[in-house]
């Protein structure tokens, strides 16, 4: 088992910047691809970047935009979001899998609200 913790969410103005952190404890050994997704209210849950080893993967929404990183033991996946619009509203989940895809049977933090306002 995996649990994961998220931090770093607020309220920022448009153009303003903010670093998302989540923190996984348990069987970190065990992780390959950690990502984060966002659900913007009235929407569906959507995929926002990846990373697995040396590899990443960026919505086109926020590509040149956001930054994925993980610390190398794999217990501290974050998320540096640049140039914010209010687009980017949304409660900001961290998740993990032991597979290269993430999917919902995977583990996942429990949301951390993200407001930009214009």
């Known amino acids: 088992q995996v649990q994961l913790v998220e931090s770093g969410g607020g309220t920022v103005q448009a153009g303003g910047s903010l670093r998302l952190s989540c923190a996984a404890t348990?069987?970190?050994?065990?992780?390959?691809?950690m990502g984060w997704f966002r659900q913007p209210p009235g929407k569906e849950r959507e995929l926002v970047a990846t990373i697995r080893t040396a590899t990443t993967y960026y919505a086109n929404s926020v590509k040149g935009r956001f930054t994925i990183s993980r610390d190398k033991d794999k217990r501290m996946v974050f998320l540096q979001m640049n140039s914010l619009e209010p687009e980017d509203t949304a409660v900001y989940y961290c998740a993990v899998s032991t597979r290269i895809s993430i999917t919902p049977d995977d583990y996942w933090g429990q949301g951390t609200q993200v407001t930009v306002s214009s």
């Open positions: 348990g069987r970190t050994f065990s992780i390959l691809t």
